[in-house]
């Protein structure tokens, strides 16, 4: 298996058992179900709306933070760690019941998503680059 930037591809290997080639199927898997852009494909209903109001609505809060639970496993999963530790952090802020709406709250989602989008567009290109 190649040296790649952002994944640990020997610690995954390990953790599925040693078997490269389930671990080719794994990614392979990774790469279709989020090869494409995530917010359309997970929370398409965010697109329109702007940082204040998704942080007004602790309902779109919690649905958005469970698609990033959902990536950050499979991230971790396939030793994408940089975008899993991105995804753990926004799922974090985002499902905590705390008042976010706030400008500094908004302020830190920008912040949070800009590092997410960069680890998740580096990510992605990596992947694609193997397939």
């Known amino acids: 298996m190649q040296d790649l930037k ?6 995954a290997i ?17 790469a279709e179900t989020y090869g494409k852009d995530f917010f359309k494909s997970e929370t398409p209903e965010v697109l329109n709306l702007d940082l204040a109001q998704i942080l ?7 649905k958005i933070g469970k ?3 959902k990536l950050k496993g499979s991230a971790f999963t396939v030793g994408a760690n940089k975008l899993g530790e991105a995804s753990k952090d926004l799922e974090k802020f985002l499902r ?4 976010k709406s706030t400008p500094v709250c908004e302020e830190k989602l920008k912040t949070m998503l800009d ?3 960069k680890m998740y567009e580096a990510t992605i290109k990596e992947l694609q680059s193997l397939f």
């Open 96 to 99: 905590n019941d705390e008042d």
């Open 6 to 11: 952002f994944f640990d591809t020997a610690e």
């Open 67 to 69: 698609s990033f639970h």
């Open 14 to 30: 390990k953790n599925i058992g040693g078997d490269e080639e389930i671990y080719l199927e794994i990614l392979k898997t990774f």
């Open 115 to 117: 590092h997410f989008e």
């Open 56 to 62: 007004e609505s602790s309902d779109l809060c919690h």
